[in-house]
């Protein structure tokens, strides 16, 4: 079992900042990625930006430029620098686990981010 915590979300205004934590605990000897997900009322869970185990990192196209996804390995912790924010970008923000050759996921409680305008 992995388990995850995340903190960090909040409320911020266009235009500012926020970072978001996810420090993973348990089994977690055997990672394929670590990630960010987010969800906004009345839309799917969408991916907003992933590191994989050997560094490589993607970026939804919304948040190219803007957001970042640094990690701590000794912390076991992935980090989501988000700046220049949007009100679009107000959702519940969900970290991802996916273990190495299962692909079996973990998902964080999540944390609501609220950008107002």
């Known amino acids: 079992q992995v388990q995850l915590v995340e903190s960090g979300g909040g409320l911020a205004q266009a235009g500012g900042s926020l970072r978001l934590s996810c420090a993973a605990s348990?089994?977690?000897?055997?990672?394929?990625?670590m990630g960010w997900y987010r969800q906004a009322p009345g839309k799917q869970r969408e991916l907003v930006a992933r590191?994989?185990?050997?560094?490589?990192?993607n970026y939804a196209d919304s948040v190219k430029g803007r957001f970042t996804i640094p990690r701590d390995n000794a912390k076991n912790t992935v980090y989501l620098q988000m700046n220049s924010l949007k009100p679009e970008d107000t959702a519940v923000y969900y970290c991802?686990?996916?273990?190495?050759?299962?692909?079996?996921?973990?998902w964080g409680q999540g944390t609501q981010v609220t950008v107002s305008s």
């Open positions: 991802n686990y996916v273990v190495r050759y299962t692909y079996r996921e973990y």
């Open positions: 348990g089994s977690i000897f055997s990672i394929n990625s």
């Open positions: 590191i994989t185990r050997d560094g490589p990192t």
